[in-house]
């Protein structure tokens, strides 16, 4: 059984900084994209960056330059390194993996960005 556990949400004033971590744990064999998404109150999961295996990274228009999402191969760990916090950031943070060929998500850790 493969888990995905996220840590490093909480909360944060506008224009702070914040570091999701997400590991991958149980029988991986094989770990193909990896990403995190979010949902706000009241709308839909949305993309906010993926990275392939080989660290080719993709980002939602809104996070571009202040997020970045990095991997480490070897410690099956995906992160999402947040700047520039804005209140509009304020969701549950999912991560999410390709892993043995099915999709797996972590729990959510909540993201609060406020004054």
């Known amino acids: 059984q493969v888990q995905l556990v996220e840590s490093g949400g909480g909360l944060v004033q506008p224009g702070g900084s914040l570091r999701l971590s997400c590991a991958a744990s149980?029988?991986?064999?094989?770990?193909?994209?990896m990403g995190w998404y979010r949902q706000a109150p009241g709308k839909e999961r949305e993309l906010v960056a993926t990275?392939?295996?080989?660290?080719?990274?993709t980002y939602a228009d809104s996070v571009k330059g202040r997020f970045t999402i990095s991997r480490v191969n070897r410690l099956t760990m995906v992160f999402l390194q947040m700047n520039s916090l804005k209140p509009e950031d304020t969701a549950v943070y999912y991560c999410n993996g390709r892993i043995n060929y099915a999709d797996y998500w972590g729990q959510g850790t909540q993201v609060t960005v406020s004054s």
């Open positions: 149980g029988r991986v064999l094989s770990i193909n994209d």
């Open positions: 990275i392939t295996s080989g660290g080719s990274a």
